[in-house]
């Protein structure tokens, strides 16, 4: 089966906006029981991630942690966030917020690929969604 590639297009052109919505995915993920991974650009993207699963909304808890961890914790921890490699127990969704195609995004059963309102962010999101086709996916896009 083709694994799923939404494109949620913000009309925002601000860094905050891309990972508040990334956030609010993988929330709603974690709340279907889905074992979600999100993919930064960069280890500071990472953690600022990291920190916002905390704080993005008073009403919510999402479980999560920065890969690599230990075994242990990784099994008990339905969503990780890292800017490389993601463990292969966390091939639910995959939240990408990296401005290239991840190389092993079809072991995903679905990818969530968030674009920004600006430009650079937009052309970024053309050349994935056509690197997205030339692979076999399907890609669809939601106005957010």
Not at 65 to 92: I, M, Q, Y
Not at 102 to 114: E, K
Request: charged fraction near 25%; proline fraction near 6%.
């Amino acid at each position: 089966m083709a694994t799923q590639v939404d494109f949620y297009v913000l009309t925002a052109a601000d860094r905050r906006s891309r990972l508040t919505t990334a956030c609010r995915l993988a929330e709603k993920a974690y709340d279907q029981g889905l074992k979600v991974s999100v993919r930064t650009s960069s280890p500071a993207e990472t953690a600022e991630v990291d920190e916002l699963l905390w704080t993005f909304s008073d009403r919510s808890f999402v479980p999560h942690g920065v890969w690599p961890a230990a075994p242990e914790f990784v099994a008990a921890t339905p969503v990780l966030v890292a800017n490389g490699a993601l463990p292969e127990s966390h091939r639910d969704v995959l939240v990408n917020l990296g401005a290239d195609v991840p190389p092993d995004f079809a072991t995903f059963a679905r990818v969530c690929d968030i674009v920004g309102g600006d430009d650079d962010s937009k052309r970024d999101a053309r050349h994935r969604w056509r690197t997205y086709k030339q692979a076999g996916a399907n890609p669809e896009d939601h106005k957010l």
